[in-house]
C-alpha cells in the first residue's frame, strides 16, 4: 500500500461548501489569503501555461460590482429578483477571489483542457479556503458571463471569462450534510 495522508482524504470526503449568503467578516486578510493562492496555483496545468489568473475583490471592488450589477441587469432585462440576487452576491461577500480562464495559443494543449485547468484551480482554491478554517463557496451568475461586465467591472480582455468567483469569509454556522451522488450509478468498471 502507498503511504497515506488520512487526514487530507479524511478532509476531502467530509468536504463542505458553506453558503455564500452565510458568510461574514472577518475574511482573510492578504497574508492569510497568500497560502491558500499558493495551494490552488498548484492544480493541474499541462504545458505549465498559467491558463488562468486571480483577481482579489476587496471591500470596495466588492461594493463597485454589487452597483454595475444594478446598471447591467437593467440594461440586459434581467428579472428584479435576479438582479437582487446576483447584487447581494457582491454586496454580502466579505471578500472573493475570481478565477479568470485566460487561455494561451498552444500548439499542444487544446483550449479545453487550459479551461479544465482553471475549473481545477477553482476547487483547490475553495478547497484550500475551507482548510484553513474559513468558510468558502463558489459562485458564477448571468453577471458573469455579460461582456461589458467582465470588461468594465473585472478588466477582462477579450477571450478571457471567469472561470468561477469563491467567496471566502467566516462561516456563521455549518451548512447541514446534503445528498451526494449515488456511486454505483455513476461508476463503470471495465477491466477488458
Known amino acids: 500500500m502507498p503511504d497515506r495522508n488520512q487526514a487530507a482524504l479524511d478532509f476531502l470526503l467530509t468536504r463542505r461548501s458553506r453558503p455564500a449568503k452565510t458568510l461574514t467578516g472577518p475574511a482573510p486578510d ?38 454595475l450589477v444594478d446598471v447591467r441587469g437593467a440594461d440586459l432585462g434581467e428579472a428584479p429578483e435576479q438582479i437582487a440576487k446576483m447584487r447581494s452576491a457582491f454586496a454580502d461577500s466579505p471578500l472573493a477571489v475570481v478565477v479568470v480562464s485566460a487561455p494561451v495559443d ?33 459562485l458564477s451568475g448571468w453577471a458573469t458571463y455579460d461582456r461589458d461586465f467582465l470588461r468594465d467591472g473585472l478588466g477582462l480582455a477579450d477571450g478571457e471569462t471567469v472561470a468561477g468567483i469563491i467567496h471566502i469569509g467566516t462561516e456563521t454556522n455549518a451548512p447541514p450534510e446534503r445528498p451526494r451522488p449515488d456511486l454505483a450509478a455513476l461508476t463503470t468498471w471495465m477491466d477488458t
Open 106 to 138: 498552444s500548439p499542444k494543449v487544446p483550449q479545453v483542457e487550459q479551461l479544465y485547468s482553471a475549473g481545477a484551480v477553482c476547487l483547490a482554491l475553495l478547497n484550500a479556503a475551507l482548510a484553513s478554517g474559513w468558510g468558502a463557496n463558489w
Open 30 to 67: 492578504r497574508a492569510a489569503l497568500e497560502p491558500i493562492l499558493t495551494a490552488a496555483a498548484r492544480s493541474p496545468d499541462h504545458g505549465k501555461l498559467e491558463p488562468w489568473r486571480f483577481i482579489v475583490l476587496e471591500r470596495g471592488a466588492l461594493d463597485r460590482l454589487a452597483d
